[in-house]
């Protein structure tokens, strides 16, 4: 590029790195806002930006299940985006603004926008499993991020009869009811001494626990796992609480870490994950940050976090969409979530407090109800189970600020959206 051409790029340009929810929906919103032909969007996969979600659901399950694109590339070239596939950046440089591409492609950016995501914890005391499991050189040990990992999975699973699971988190679960729906034998293992420690309620891991037990998984908590055998490429087996477990295959389940090495490097401002403000924007003006590798101090509560669900991917591109297109909308959208595990349908809303009150309300049968959560008499958050209905209800009241006593909010004969 000439050195004009470079200016004129600088000045117009909004490049986007990273392939997945929340740059497709920061796409969609500027380009609604018929800003397309501004966009460069980096993507370190060869796919089109697709849906995570059904990749531990009906992915794994069905081998004809095609992956589900957000949009088809058709849209992308109409909408005048510049589309660079398989080809991640490596580099930023904040004082000429331009992002370096590992094909050597420079990009001069006017605005940048982060949407890296987050990468599957390895463990550094599996050799050769550090980070991604298709690295790994293991056959038999597997992550599941990526399309590239679901179908390699989805291949591993097909010729397994017994799947070790190690870690107890969200799409762990996923993946071990998926496999057992599918007549594998399954053995969960987590460290922690009750499932989804972090992020449910103890009534709701103890529903969840006793669900999966029931359908035949061996979920064993409170486990020590370690000692790996390893027998050329393969993992043969590990030492649980200090006996040995064969293993045929094993994914590893335990969390991931966000993808900051690109903004770290260019000496933005990090704090588990890149540390935005209400406009997302990074230490840097020029640069914005988005989705799971984003981190930032949530409005209601002023704790800093970061949130891991295609909600906050999706309502922080819309956000971003506003700051670059130079409107003031702060981000404070109320965080959602959901799982499916087998049978359990889970549904969660709002953040839980440490310290609140908690009531259960009855859903139409034994398999379903949801707990509402409650800080000083305030309804903040609401865990559902099987129960779509009285869930959306509660995302409403959350939404709108409204709080019904815990009695009448729990009082089963009437409906939740009565008190709308
Ligand atoms: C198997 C699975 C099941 C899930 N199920 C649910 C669910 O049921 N409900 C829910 O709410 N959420 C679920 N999630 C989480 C949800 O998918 C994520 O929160 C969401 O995808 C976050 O969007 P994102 O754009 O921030 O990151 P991602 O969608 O992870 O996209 C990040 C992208 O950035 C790319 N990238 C990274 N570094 C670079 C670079 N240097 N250059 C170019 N590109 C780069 C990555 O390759 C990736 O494609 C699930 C996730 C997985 C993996």
Not at 117 to 145: M, W
Not at 209 to 215: K, V
Not at 297 to 312: A, C, I, M, P, W
Request: glycine share 8%; charged share 20%.
């Amino acid at each position: 590029m000439s050195n004009d051409e470079t200016e004129q790029a600088r000045q117009d340009s909004i490049v986007i790195i990273g392939g997945g929810h929340a740059a497709a929906q920061l796409c969609a919103g500027l380009v609604a806002a018929g800003q397309g032909a501004r966009l460069h969007l980096v993507c370190e996969e060869a796919e089109l930006p697709y849906q995570r979600p059904p990749l531990s659901k009906a992915y794994l399950k069905n081998p004809l299940e095609v992956l589900q694109l957000h949009r088809a590339e058709a849209w992308y070239v109409d909408a005048g985006i510049t589309l660079h596939r398989a080809d991640p950046a490596v580099g930023i440089d904040r004082v000429r603004r331009t992002v370096r591409l590992r094909s050597g492609t420079e990009l001069a950016y006017a605005k940048l926008v982060l949407a890296t995501g987050t990468r599957a914890r390895g463990l550094p005391h599996l050799p050769h499993a550090q980070g991604n499991g298709q690295d790994s050189g293991l056959s038999n040990v597997a992550v599941l991020r990526s399309a590239a990992d679901a179908l390699r999975l989805r291949t591993l699973l097909d010729a397994a009869q017994h799947l070790t699971l190690l870690g107890g988190g969200f799409i762990g679960l996923e993946i071990a009811a998926t496999a057992r729906a599918a007549g594998k034998a399954v053995t969960v293992l987590e460290a922690a001494p009750r499932l989804l420690m972090r992020s449910v309620s103890p009534e709701l891991a103890e529903h969840v626990l006793q669900t999966h037990l029931a359908s035949g998984i061996d979920l064993r908590l409170g486990v020590a796992a370690g000692g790996f055998e390893i027998n050329g490429n393969r993992l043969a087996a590990l030492a649980v609480d200090g006996k040995r477990e064969p293993v045929e295959l094993m994914v590893l389940g335990i969390g991931v870490v966000p993808e900051h090495t690109l903004a770290s490097e260019a000496g933005l401002a990090c704090d588990n994950g890149i540390q935005v403000d209400a406009l997302l924007r990074t230490s840097d003006q020029n640069i914005l940050a988005i989705g799971d590798c984003a981190s930032f101090d949530e409005h209601t509560s002023g704790r800093h976090l970061r949130l891991e669900s295609v909600q906050n991917a999706n309502d922080q591109a819309r956000t971003a969409v506003a700051t670059l297109l130079g409107r003031e909308e702060p981000y404070r959208a109320l965080p959602w979530f959901w799982s499916e595990q087998g049978a359990l349908r889970l549904q969660m809303a709002g953040l839980m407090p440490q310290d609140g009150t908690r009531h259960r309300r009855a859903g139409a049968s034994s398999a379903s109800f949801s707990i509402l959560h409650y800080a000083q008499d305030r309804l903040v958050c609401v865990e559902s189970v099987n129960a779509p209905l009285d869930h959306m209800a509660a995302r409403k009241l959350l939404e709108s600020g409204k709080s019904p006593s815990p009695e009448l909010a729990c009082d089963a004969n009437t409906a939740l959206k009565t008190h709308l």
